[in-house]
């Protein structure tokens, strides 16, 4: 691939070994157990020094590109999408402080999250408004040298071990201005296995995959948080700080379907060598060699369009259109791979012996989050038609 250099190869093996090594012999296990990614494995990713691949090395950062955060976020997916998505809360949140951050909040939270001390979710989606996020109702109301924050939050991922969570609220009440009364805040909390905020109420959301991470309804009462953990001082300006950070969310969003794709295509391919059916391997019958064939195309597109917006976006130029296109591609070959995988496999393929069902169920929640396949899709009309 023309965007990746001998470099980043370099990164992607040592990667691969780290996933090999501490994330592919737990997957399945804590996945069938409904069990969250250990905290070890968490200690390790910051040790390894994944959390800062993109913030500068003056903040603790390791000072690389989007190509090696791509790589990061595909490699450690490959292993488990759970934990190819820890990093990318922290991408979230190192965009909105880099971008709208006054000093002081960088110097306050940049370094920890570069290091993997701070562990953000983002409480963005409230019950009555997913897609349309300029309907939310959460109130931040002034107070004393600060805002008490009241309302209720819906699938706010990894709420019980972050440390900050990101949170999106009204601080004009008149519902009618949509996007121009919302502001984003930081709310800190005790990192520990549960909510720990005493204004806090949390309740765990079950799903079908995805299970590495668990999501949270949370209910805000008189949640007071200082003046300063609004981002950049500034009220009303919560809707337009959080769209710079769509682009990184969307293409890392990408790049953890592609590296769940291919792990659904590598087991599959293996298999299909291995298992023999009327005298000879399966691979061989052109049912399933067609289906191999389509998989690679639809995995190598979706990889080239991700790694195409990375490079847009190292070279200094926007690149929303071309990582919402890369999202959406990457969420229906993930979603084709997956499932054409278990048909390989056969009934072996619906059975929790072999992962590829972890990867089906996983890969399928791509096309919903960090906006929904049909919310991608308007916007790239909307910049077509313009
Ligand atoms: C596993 C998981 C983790 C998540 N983690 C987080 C998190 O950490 N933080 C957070 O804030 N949120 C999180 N979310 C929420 C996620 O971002 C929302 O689910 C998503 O934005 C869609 O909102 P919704 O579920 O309310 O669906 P809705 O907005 O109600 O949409 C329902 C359907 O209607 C379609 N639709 C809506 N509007 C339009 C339109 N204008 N044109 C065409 N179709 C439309 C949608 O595409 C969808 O198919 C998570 C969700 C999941 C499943």
Not at 1 to 11: R, Y
Request: net charge negative; proline share 3%; hydrophobic share 40%.
């Amino acid at each position: 691939m023309s965007f990746v250099t001998s470099d980043h190869e370099e990164f992607r093996s040592a990667v691969r070994r780290f996933t090999e090594e501490e994330i592919i012999p737990i997957a399945s296990d804590l996945d069938a157990k409904n069990e969250e990614i250990p905290m070890e494995i968490i200690t390790k990713m910051a040790e390894q020094g994944y959390f800062g691949v993109l913030f500068p090395e003056e903040y603790d950062g390791l000072g690389l590109d989007n190509i090696t955060m791509t790589i990061v976020a595909e490699e450690l997916s490959k292993g488990w999408l759970s934990v190819g998505s820890v990093m990318t809360r922290g991408v979230i949140m190192g965009t909105l402080l880099e971008a709208h951050g006054t000093d002081e909040q960088k110097k306050k939270y940049i370094p920890g999250l570069a290091t993997g001390t701070v562990l953000p979710a983002a409480a963005f989606t409230e019950p009555d408004s997913g897609s349309d996020s300029a309907s939310m109702i959460m109130k931040a109301t002034k107070t004393d040298g600060g805002y008490l924050l009241n309302g209720a939050k819906a699938w706010c991922t990894y709420a019980n071990r972050a440390n900050v969570l990101m949170v999106l609220a009204r601080t004009n009440p008149d519902t009618s201005l949509r996007h121009k009364g919302l502001s984003m805040f930081f709310v800190e909390k005790e990192s520990a296995e549960k909510i720990v905020h005493p204004n806090i109420k949390g309740e765990p959301i079950p799903t079908v995959g995805y299970h590495g991470m668990r999501s949270f309804n949370l209910a805000f009462e008189d949640v007071f948080v200082p003046e300063d953990s609004l981002l950049g001082g500034e009220e009303n300006k919560g809707f337009y700080q959080l769209m710079v950070s769509y682009e990184s969310a969307r293409l890392q969003t990408a790049a953890r379907a592609v590296g769940v794709a291919q792990a659904a295509f590598d087991f599959a391919l293996q298999y299909s060598k291995e298992r023999e059916q009327f005298g000879k391997p399966i691979c061989e019958h052109q049912a399933i060699r067609m289906k191999l064939s389509e998989m690679k195309v639809e995995l190598e597109a979706a990889r080239q369009l991700t790694y195409y917006a990375a490079s847009l976006k190292d070279s200094g130029k926007r690149c929303d259109l071309e990582a919402g296109m890369a999202k959406v591609k990457a969420a229906k070959a993930v979603e084709f791979i997956t499932r054409e995988a278990m048909q390989i496999l056969g009934g072996y393929g619906y059975s929790k012996e072999f992962p590829v069902e972890r990867y089906w169920r996983d890969g399928r929640v791509i096309s919903i989050f960090e906006g929904t396949s049909e919310i991608q899709h308007e916007v790239i009309a909307k910049a077509i038609l313009k």
